[in-house]
């Protein structure tokens, strides 16, 4: 690779990021955590305006969901009920602030998650499932905590799920 900042490609720049990642804090738990956060919190704000126009192009063309099952689609038509504000500006302010909101809680999961299985792995000295089962259980619960209807059996069952998928994709790293 070039380190001639001229003649370098943005391939090459896409590429330094798998080397060296994008923060450097000072500290490997804190680039993790801010690494993950901040790619996951792009992801959740994709997948929340891809959604939200996902529903309103279905809305706008008259589609009927009714044999989609409401988990899929959500109980409600849109996941952002004050994006059918009285102005297109009330609608773009309620769609950026839901967005955020959502941002937020995929990278608090993601930098949590990170965070939680680097600092397991460096009190245990080794990174296997036991550690995943349980940062994916403290994660799934406090995501569970940043829902509106957060009830106890809501937490227990996020808790559960989290350590279930987490404990899974590390038993099947490298089996694929």
Known sequence: ??????????????????KGGFFDLGHPLLNRITESFVKAAGI???????REAYFTAVEGAGVDTGGVPPEITGSKKHRFPDLRGETNRKS?????????????????????????????????????????????AITGAALALTSDDSSHEQIVQCAITGAAISTAA??????F
């Open 44 to 50: 959740g704000a994709v997948q929340a305006v891809s």
């Open 92 to 136: 773009v302010e309620a769609l950026v602030k839901n967005t955020g909101k959502e941002s937020l809680q995929w990278g608090l999961a993601a930098g949590m998650y990170s965070g939680l299985t680097y600092g397991l792995k460096e009190a245990r000295g080794t990174h296997d499932w036991k550690n995943s089962a349980v940062a994916g």
């Open 1 to 18: 690779m070039s380190s001639n900042l001229e003649t370098r490609s943005l391939l090459d720049e896409f590429r330094s990021f798998d």
């Open 170 to 175: 590390n038993l099947l790293t490298g089996i």
